[in-house]
């Protein structure tokens, strides 16, 4: 019976952190040492779980034009911070201040988007709700 009632407590243990398993770490994805500031048009927004995308053109210091894909908060956290699915829309200029990917790809995790209107909004991004030190 003991060994029956263990069993039945590890399918479960092992069943709820499951859907977890799926989810990915800041610290493995993002190097919060590496701060980044981008400001383009925005090309798509993904509003979808577990995290938004927003999708921009950047052009760089010799005027390229580069495409990168920033990782914000999830839709719910968002729509509590005042987000619509039409708080962004293709064409947009923002700002977005965030920290890169590890992997050198043009992604980061978005802290703060300055919407086109000049507000800047909490993004909800996953490495914690401290805003980016000031810029000098």
Not at 51 to 67: A, F, M
Request: charged share 20%; aromatic share 6%; glycine share 10%.
């Amino acid at each position: 019976m003991n060994t029956q009632l263990l069993m039945i407590g590890a399918l479960l243990v092992g069943a709820a952190a499951q859907p977890l398993s799926g989810h990915h770490s800041f610290a493995a994805e993002f190097d919060a040492s590496k701060p980044v500031t981008l400001k383009g048009t925005v090309t798509k927004l993904e509003w979808a779980n577990p995290h938004i995308w927003v999708y921009l053109d950047v052009k760089d210091e010799q005027g390229s034009l580069q495409h990168w894909q920033c990782e914000g908060g999830p839709p719910n956290t968002l729509t509590r911070n005042g987000w619509t699915t039409n708080s962004l829309k293709p064409s947009d200029q923002v700002t977005i201040d965030g920290v890169l990917a590890k992997d050198g790809s043009k992604t980061c995790n978005a802290r703060t988007v300055k919407l086109p209107d000049g507000r800047s909004v909490f993004a909800g991004s996953s490495g914690g709700d401290n805003p980016p030190p000031p810029k000098p």
